[in-house]
């Protein structure tokens, strides 16, 4: 069975700085795709970022950017020039390619911004 | 824009109590989702759909029913509400069974059963 692991659940960065989430996956698939999904306080999920597992090159959305480890099982994400608007849930998900089943979500990211 | 929407924000009921939570997608997408959020836990997948009348069990289905009759609504029934299914519910669509197109998500339904 797939799985995603978020290890911290709490996080804070100051504004204007950088800061980084974390995220491992385990899966025996070749083909796939991870996200990162923000969740802010008025619960609606917005896709940020996407990548998918065959190309090498790490997505990047404006601020939001991946660190992509195929090998490592690993995706993090990077939030540069951080704002008060990024305070939000942050869920790292899996998914297979071809699958209507839908994504393996990890337990989340509670990232804080201070002003 | 494409829209999800769930019935209700918020809403209580009562042990024992059968209850419906509504998800309606405006933008004639195929797969349809239903997920249960918990601090610490994440999102769990309960049950999809992938076609009117078509549904295949998540990860949780046990206490959890649902019912796809239209292409634009999937309800998530509790056939009998227990107190551990007060959670956070939301409902997902995405146009086609491939992970490249974005999976859209209603702004959840905040279920309290006492």
């Known amino acids: 069975a797939q799985t995603v692991t978020q290890s911290q659940p709490e996080m804070s960065v100051q504004e204007a700085e950088t800061v980084t989430l974390s995220c491992t996956y385990d899966t025996s698939e070749s083909d796939y795709y991870l996200f990162w999904y923000k969740q802010p306080p008025s619960r609606q999920m917005i896709l940020v970022i996407r990548q998918e597992a065959y190309k090498q090159q790490n997505a990047t959305e404006n601020r939001f950017s991946v660190n992509f480890q195929k090998a490592a099982k690993s995706f993090s994400l990077k939030i540069s020039d951080s704002q008060l608007g990024d305070a939000a849930m942050y869920f790292c998900?899996?998914?297979?390619?071809?699958?209507?089943?839908?994504?393996?979500f990890g337990s989340g990211t509670q990232l804080t911004v201070l002003p | 824009d494409v829209k999800v929407t769930q019935s209700s924000r918020y809403l209580v009921k009562r042990t024992g109590e059968k209850v419906f939570l509504e998800c309606v997608q405006d933008?004639?997408?195929?797969?349809m989702f239903w997920y249960r959020q918990d601090p610490g836990l994440g999102l769990r997948l309960i049950y999809f759909?992938?076609?009117?009348?078509?549904?295949e069990k998540g990860d949780i289905p046990e206490g959890y029913s649902v019912s796809r009759e239209k292409k634009e609504r999937f309800s998530l029934i509790l056939e009998s509400a227990s107190t551990n299914q007060t959670s956070m519910y939301l409902c997902a669509s995405r146009p086609l069974p491939d992970m490249n197109t974005e999976a859209f998500f209603g702004q959840g339904t905040r279920l309290t059963v006492v």
């Open positions: 759909s992938y076609d009117v009348k078509m549904k």
């Open positions: 933008m004639d997408h195929e797969n």
């Open positions: 998900a899996y998914g297979v390619s071809g699958s209507a089943r839908q994504l393996t």
